[in-house]
């Protein structure tokens, strides 16, 4: 076989044989179970690679592997380009090493430089600074002279860290808004540092529940090694689910997530077409691991979505210009913008006809582009019923040279005169007492670190998806159209943990999580109870209190009318919640914001006394550091160190803490830590030797009585990070005040 191409940036384009190439991946690990290793059989690629192309895509990255030569010859075959990132995450890559790293790359590149699908390379992934420069220059500079026409990346990471590179790159994982705003960031380094072409290396991923029914048909109840890790908690979890709210409920989890999932996608890569056309991208990830159900396959090779799911996705692509919040038909957005981007090849001729979802047609226009070019928003009218809630359907056809179409369900709101509704963004001692004789309270986390707010946090979306149980809101709002409205116009980012209010409280919209764990995690976007006489109700969406939009504005409505005169809830708080927060409101608290921080990266500081009260911690050794925050987001000189850290911060009690009982509650600390108090230790949470890290957990340490009335102490803390992100990157505080389930309600 003999192939030709030519591939070379021009500024923020990839140009492939001199027409523009838009980068559409799929990351790959080449994680094959049941085999141990990827397989070297073309008949095991083949169906899959078919499988990437049907769904639109253009690109396979290899992701920290070398494929068989047969995964390369087919790519060659297929007309599937490959994105090579060769098998480095965090090596020694420095002037020990140099040698045995040019001899191996080299190898590397004498594999792969014969097949032409291979056009893009990466040397190492989300290494960082740490790797030496002149050492990273030279492997880029080898394979730059052994593969001619090759783009090359020295760190697949994130924008920023790369060095000597011939495009950007970037691992942009979050929620809608937030990727919104992500590209205007985007956009400013390119403007800063130079026109390159964007190519996000890893993005876009969204799990799914486990069919473990199907699973043991084909496996039964044996523990093959790749089942996956959330097997025996969503074992527990179904029951549950199916007791507290039926088996509709079960039901609906795997369809929601596989359209939540889709949605999600298809507004982050529309949105990419949209404001940076001539970036590429590679969605996450091929197949389901055991860690997270995140695969275009599932567990059991079975493929998620269908070609016709993914028919908007190619070259030539029909946009509905729209950020998250104006996901919506209603009064204030009448119309819907629609922008055609083209990536074929050849200059686009053709029609573009839009019908609503009774097939009667809204607008119909002729469309020419030359290629790497997007037309001018055309407005279409967006048919909608302004009596109710429900959905306005658009469906998107470009016949001619570039067939394309595309399909958007948006919600649609009835046209209502609403008053003014009174939220609350915190609880206090006041608050409470009203509650209990019989005020009806609509609370928001809006103000999450306020004194007395519901505890809240902030979760990617792609960790699980939402879920409605049965609820008597659903009357006036459909499911289907709330749990639209929590990505997009109602979107926080930010969720209420459900185990402290479990049994206590009806959700009303919740969502589960398995992501990167074993266990399945419930949180509450929304839910109520009686409190006493009254009644509480709790969200998490962003009613934009400040300037909140239409949407915002209609669902604190329909909140408040429900509290005010819907059925009462099932569920009440007991005496000891009620107990618990009167204990909050009466507990005396000392957060603890800033730290005098240095690095140890010799491991130096325990056996030079760095956790004796003496140390002197003025010296320019040592600097202000907020807890709050990983470290790599606070100094340029950390944004790549990883290993030991000294916090030290002194603690003046106040004279009115006399016969107390303290503790220090560290809400997260990444990824251990030792805790001295005026030269004691007093505790150890997690084990750099084992590997054992705490991030995601709150840590406790008691302090009994230690603390003196009106006396000064010295707090430090040896942490070490063990890989990526490090510190106190969630607050750290002492307080009298109750901590486990309890001290989970309230801020």
């Known amino acids: ?224 090694w790749w089942r996956p890790l959330c097997w025996d908690a969503q074992a527990d979890a179904e029951p549950w689910l199916v007791r507290e709210f039926g088996e509709e409920t079960l039901a609906s989890l795997q369809p929601t997530a596989l359209a939540f999932g889709m949605e999600n996608r298809r507004f982050q890569i529309e949105q990419l077409r949209l404001g940076m056309p001539d970036a590429g991208y590679v969605v996450s990830v091929a197949r389901d691991f055991a860690k997270a159900r995140m695969g275009l396959y599932d567990d059991l090779d079975r493929p998620k979505w269908s070609a016709a799911d993914w028919a908007w996705h190619g070259d030539t692509m029909i946009c509905l210009a729209a950020d998250a919040r104006d996901r919506v038909a209603d009064l204030h957005h009448p119309v819907a913008r629609l922008v055609v981007s083209h990536y074929g090849h050849g200059a686009l001729r053709g029609e573009l006809v839009v019908r609503g979802g009774a097939g009667d047609e809204l607008h119909r226009t002729a469309v020419a582009l030359a290629p790497g070019r997007n037309s001018a928003p055309i407005e279409v009218p967006l048919p909608r019923d302004p009596r109710g809630f429900g959905f306005s359907e658009l469906r998107a056809e470009l016949t001619g040279s570039h067939p394309a179409q595309n399909t958007w369900r948006l919600p649609s709101l009835p046209d209502w005169h609403l008053p003014g509704v009174t939220t609350r963004a915190a609880l206090d001692k006041e608050t409470l007492a009203r509650l209990l004789a019989g005020e009806r309270v609509l609370l928001t986390t809006g103000a999450p670190d306020a004194p007395g707010a519901v505890r809240s946090q902030a979760l990617w979306w792609l960790r699980g998806a939402p879920f409605a149980p049965p609820h008597p809101l659903y009357r006036q709002v459909p499911a289907d159209v709330l749990t639209h409205l929590m990505a997009f116009a109602l979107e926080s980012g930010r969720v209420i943990p459900w185990q402290p209010w479990r049994d206590e409280v009806d959700p009303i919209l919740a969502f589960w999580e398995t992501h990167d764990t074993d266990a399945v995690r419930f949180h509450l976007l929304a839910f109520e109870t009686r409190v006493g006489e009254g009644r509480l109700l709790v969200t998490s969406l962003d009613l934009g209190e400040r300037a909140p939009s239409y949407a915002q504005a209609l669902l604190a409505f329909v909140l408040a009318r429900h509290l005010e005169s819907g059925p009462p809830p099932a569920r009440a708080l007991s005496d000891a919640t009620i107990a618990a927060l009167e204990a909050h409101f009466d507990a005396r608290t000392i957060e603890l914001p800033t730290w005098r921080f240095r690095t140890d990266p010799d491991d130096v500081g325990r056996e030079r006394g760095w956790s004796e009260p003496a140390t002197d911690v003025t010296t320019a050794a040592w600097r202000d550091l907020r807890a709050g925050s990983h470290w790599e987001n606070q100094a340029d000189d950390l944004k790549h160190y990883t290993g030991v850290a000294w916090y030290r911060v002194d603690l003046d009690v106040p004279a009115d803490w006399s016969d107390v009982d303290a503790r220090l509650v560290f809400d997260g600390v990444d990824d251990s830590f030792d805790v001295w108090l005026d030269g004691e230790h007093l505790g150890a949470f997690g084990d750099p030797a084992t590997g054992t890290t705490v991030w995601l957990e709150q840590q406790v340490q008691e302090l009994g009585r230690r603390l003196r009335p009106g006396s000064r102490h010295a707090l430090v803390l040896r942490v070490v990070d063990h890989q990526g992100a490090g510190g106190l990157w969630r607050p750290v505080r002492v307080t009298t005040g109750p901590v486990g389930r309890m001290a989970e309600l309230l801020r």
């Open 1 to 224: 076989r003999v192939g030709f191409r030519h591939l070379r940036a021009s500024g923020t384009r990839v140009l492939w044989n001199a027409a523009p190439f838009q980068m559409r991946g799929v990351l790959h690990w080449g994680y094959s179970p049941p085999h141990l290793a990827p397989p070297v059989d073309p008949a095991w690629w083949r169906p899959q690679l078919e499988y990437f192309r049907a769904l639109g895509f253009n690109t396979l990255k290899c992701c920290l592997w070398v494929p068989p030569r047969c995964v390369y010859e087919l790519c060659d075959e297929l007309g599937l380009a490959v994105w090579q990132e060769y098998p480095a995450w965090h090596p020694n890559m420095d002037q020990a090493h140099r040698e045995e790293l040019l001899r191996e790359y080299a190898e590397f590149f004498a594999l792969d430089a014969g097949h032409v699908s291979v056009g893009f390379r990466s040397i190492t992934c989300e290494t960082g600074h740490g790797a030496d420069l002149d050492v990273v220059r030279a492997l880029f500079e080898l394979c730059k002279a052994t593969v001619p026409h090759s783009l090359v990346v020295d760190d697949s990471s994130w924008i920023g860290w790369q060095r000597v590179t011939d495009f950007w790159d970037e691992h942009p994982y979050g929620n809608n808004q937030w990727f919104v705003e992500r590209l205007e960031h985007f956009r400013r380094h390119i403007r800063e540092h130079g026109e390159k072409p964007l190519l996000l290396g890893e993005c876009m991923a969204a799990d799914t529940w486990v069919d473990r029914a199907a699973w043991r048909t084909r496996h039964g109840d044996e523990a093959r």
